[in-house]
């Protein structure tokens, strides 16, 4: 059994001046050993201090899709822009909620925990007055005024439509089911994770002509951080960028692109002498009966073989077989 290493009285004093004078950090001295104990906080981890990569993703297409939900469901022309995220703390997050604030609660299943998406005053006064065939700029004092239950139920239908884009949204990377839990107004009925646990924000502007105003999701990372190497790796987001109605609109547009159809009757050399000495009247023979089959190009490829003829008065060919 090796002999333990006893520090004399001497070497003990010594390290102890050192450590005083500021010469030797004991932190410092202790991360040099093997095995040495490193403090991690499971609340304030690196991941918290940012937005998750590629999350940002999820928003823009959410952006694509809500944009045509909403503007069908208000009959007019929404506008949706990525203003940016942020990381709070979840007290400090609810600190910055006005209130009354028309919030949603709503699940991602399977993933654990809820998140919340909420609306200014200023936005639901302009939707609900949209929803009711008004033109959305009605100015209604919002200080210290709860929302009525049937500003609340039409803004059920809007939070609802919302959430299935969102649905939609996350479809290529993972599948999910989300819900609508309940309608909130008060910030401080929230308590869907503790105090001191980050929540991850992404706020986005609905613009409707002069009238615009905030739509804001709050997700908590403990949601998010299990299939958050998914989210770093995104591998399947080549597939976020594939919209069915938008290659449909593509496929039509192609098929009515003009084309240049040319129908080769025959070829001739001649020499440039030739070329030159020709005049109005003369004759050139090509290599090929006039009865023959004649190529088809279009936009200067070979595509068919033809056979000229007269249809209806006019000049014109008969496709006779595929070009290989």
Not at 209 to 232: C, E, Q, W
């Amino acid at each position: 059994m090796a002999a333990e290493k006893i520090l004399t009285k001497g070497e003990i004093e010594g390290l102890l001046n050192a450590v005083f004078e500021g010469r030797i950090t004991p932190e410092k001295e202790l991360s040099k050993v093997d095995g040495g104990v490193e403090l991690y906080d499971l609340v304030n981890t690196e991941g918290h201090k940012g937005s998750v990569p590629n999350l940002d993703i999820i928003y823009d297409n959410l952006i694509r899709y809500n944009r045509i939900t909403l503007s069908n469901r208000l009959r007019r022309a929404v506008e949706i822009k990525k203003i940016g995220a942020r990381s709070y703390k979840f007290e400090a997050f609810l600190a910055t909620l006005p209130t009354p604030v028309c919030m949603g609660i709503f699940k991602i299943e399977p993933l654990k925990g809820v998140a919340l998406i909420s609306f200014d005053s200023g936005m639901v006064l302009s939707l609900v007055d949209s929803l009711l065939g008004g033109s959305g700029s009605a100015k209604v004092p919002v200080a210290n005024r709860m929302f009525t239950t049937i500003e609340l139920r039409l803004m059920e239908k809007v939070v609802g439509d919302v959430l299935q884009d969102l649905e939609k949204a996350w479809a290529p990377l993972y599948t999910t089911k989300i819900s609508l839990l309940r309608m909130e107004m008060n910030p401080r009925l929230l308590n869907i994770i503790p105090p001191e646990y980050e929540i991850i924000t992404m706020t986005l502007k609905l613009q409707m002509d002069d009238i615009s105003g905030n739509m804001m999701f709050a997700v908590p990372y403990t949601t998010i951080d299990p299939i958050k190497d998914k989210l770093r790796s995104g591998v399947q987001f080549d597939l976020m960028a594939v919209d069915p109605q938008w290659s449909h609109r593509l496929v039509n547009e192609l098929l009515e692109a003009p084309m240049e159809m040319a129908v080769e009757l025959g070829n001739a050399k001649i020499t440039l002498r030739e070329l030159l000495d020709l005049s109005p009247g003369d004759t050139i023979m090509l290599d090929k009966e006039a009865c023959g089959e004649m190529l088809v190009k279009l936009e200067g490829v070979p595509k068919y073989f033809s056979i000229p003829g007269i249809r209806h008065g006019n000049q014109a060919i008969q496709i006779s077989k595929i070009y290989k």
